[in-house]
């Protein structure tokens, strides 16, 4: 089976940075992905990595170590609109397995 | 471009009832399909994906069905609502080509009363 464990909260200033840990379990892995959800609307997409190392959009960047079965997604420049919920997912063949979310606050 | 449809928002059903979530999908052919679930403040819950017509794989045994009746169509179902079916129901698309990212449905508040 499959498994993902991420932290349920985090907290932050506004402006600071922020790491969010994932750690899974899983047969047949592919890749991990990051995806945002706020409050009342549905998860959509930020990155994947597929292969080791660091990928980087704008503020948001994500790491994957495969060997240690390990990645994150780092924050950069938090904003408040950045509050909301993070789930990394893995993608093991056709499914694509969710963790529980970390929810993210952020302080002024 | 593509797009997912997800209907309706929101529904109150009463305990035992039956449920029929409608899900399409436009402008890709052949998309792999999922049926997730979230409980109020949960992770999302894979119930069903489907990499074609007629081709359902269950993830968690339970109270409800999945069907694929066409290639761009999805249908979550149940004959008869139980308390716990409530919940944030959400239909997601991706492409098999690449699978990389998943595509989501606006999602359907479901509440068994």
């Known amino acids: 089976g499959q498994s993902l464990e ?3 909260e985090v907290t932050a200033v506004e402006g600071a940075i922020v ?6 379990q899983t047969s047949g892995f592919y890749g991990l992905s990051w995806y945002q959800q706020h409050d ?3 998860p959509t997409f930020l990155s994947y990595n597929a292969l080791d190392g660091l990928e980087e959009t704008g503020r ?11 990645g994150y997604l780092l924050l950069q420049e938090l904003q408040m609109k950045d509050s909301a919920s993070y789930f990394c997912a893995v993608l093991a063949g056709d499914k694509i397995i969710f963790g529980k979310g970390t929810r993210l606050h952020i302080l002024p | ?43 999302l819950q894979l ?24 290639d761009r169509q999805f249908i979550l179902s149940s004959k008869k609502l139980l308390l716990s079916d409530s919940g944030f129901y959400l239909c997601a698309w991706s492409d098999p080509r690449g699978n990389t990212e998943a595509f989501f449905g606006q999602g359907t508040r479901l509440t068994v009363v």
């Open chain 2, 1 to 43: 471009s593509q797009t997912i449809h997800q209907w309706p928002a929101t529904l109150v059903q009463p305990v035992g009832s039956p449920l029929s979530l409608e899900c399409t999908v436009e402008g890709t052919s052949n998309p792999n399909l999922y049926w997730y679930r979230q409980a109020a403040g949960r992770g």
């Open chain 1, 60 to 70: 948001f960047s994500s790491f994957l170590s495969r060997s240690d079965s390990y």
């Open chain 2, 47 to 70: 119930l069903f994906y489907s990499v074609g017509i007629g081709q359902i794989s269950s993830e968690v045994p339970q109270n409800l069905s999945a069907s694929r009746p066409q």
């Open chain 1, 40 to 42: 009342g609307g549905a």
């Open chain 1, 6 to 8: 991420q932290p349920s």
């Open chain 1, 19 to 24: 790491q969010i840990n994932c750690t899974y």
